[in-house]
């Protein structure tokens, strides 16, 4: 893997494209008006953490219009931040965000919304973007996903395919737009994308560079975003399409939200976090992950570095990853994650958290 280091930090492209992205990144899903928006950063204390995670050389900034329960507060937040710091911070920042879903004024928290302001529509596409502009106080977005498959109840798609791929291609030849990208795919899915840009792109050199799914060392078989139980082959399926395709597969949730980084153990929960009190305990404080996170604390231990930076490490090492954007709300995480390109995994040690991961408890 080809890397670039900016301030001791490496860079990798985002699948085969020319886009250069940090390999820890910051997931800004938390980020907002803490004071009505169920977020957990506001501007004091995130502003401190991007003029910091800038001298780390953690460029890749992950938002999306409708974090923070539909309030559009992660874009504001960071509009706000790139009016203060001014175009230099603007030109350091791959800035990344999603179109899909629907966003509510600020401090409007109750709306019913038309079918045309949400989706995948060109009427809502090219809208949505808009506004994320304007909230992002920018002229241009780095990377654009589309956040999720609009899908009617009988699973087929909300609009037409060519047609939101014609909008994101406009959005592009307008200069809105940088990069295109999809997050929450199926493998099928995503072929789906593939063609359906290739079939309407101005230029055949515009394709969809990376494909944002949940993944991590708990949780691996998620990433082919499938249903119904999915597999180790069908994590293996997908990261083979990923490769062939080149596209650059971003993880989200790598942290297991907070347990790959010890500090939920067998009776012993850290009550504060996100993984507690945002109703995420039965999917992920399970026997069998409480088990293994043991495991893998004495892994890190033995490598000498934190289980946070082992997960995203444990991530870096995979086929196609370029960036890991864990979500951070507390100064103290950056500096911690920011560490993790530093731990090397020999194959022999990947071949160990393999056993362990799959092993049954
Ligand atoms: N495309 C999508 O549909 C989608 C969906 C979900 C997320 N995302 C993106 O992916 C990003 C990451 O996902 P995520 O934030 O849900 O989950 P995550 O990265 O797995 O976990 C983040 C949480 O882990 C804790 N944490 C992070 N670093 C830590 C450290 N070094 N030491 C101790 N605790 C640490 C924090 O918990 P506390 O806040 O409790 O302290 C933080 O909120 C999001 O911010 C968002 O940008 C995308």
Sequence with gaps: MQTIDYRDMPHRRMGNSGLWVSEVGLGLWKWGDPTYDGSRV??????????????????????????NMGSGNSERLLGRYFRSRGSRARGQVVLATKVRNPVRDEREMEREFT?????????????????????????????????????????????????????????????????????????????????ALASVAANPARRIIGVQNWYNLLQRPKVSALDDSPTFDDERAFLDYLHVSGVGLIPYVPLAVGLLTGRYLKGNYDTSGRLYEEGWRDEFLTDRNLEIVEDLLAFAEGKGCTLSQLAIAWLLAQDTVCSVIAGVTKMAHLEDNAGAPAVALEAEELDRLDRLVRAPV
């Design 115 to 195: 079918p045309n302001e949400r989706g995948g529509s060109r009427a809502y596409i090219l809208r949505a973007v808009e506004d994320c502009l304007q909230r992002l106080q920018t002229d241009t977005i780095d990377v654009l996903y589309h956040h999720s498959p609009a899908l009617l109840p009988d699973g087929s798609y909300e609009a037409p395919l060519d047609e939101m791929w014609d909008a994101f291609d406009t959005l592009v030849t307008q200069g809105k737009v940088r990069y295109l990208a999809v997050s929450n795919r199926t493998l099928a899915q995503l072929k789906d994308d593939r063609s």
């Design 42 to 67: 506001g501007d004091e204390d995130g502003f401190r953490i991007l003029d910091h995670a800038l001298e780390l050389g953690v460029t890749h900034w992950d938002t999306a219009n409708s974090y």
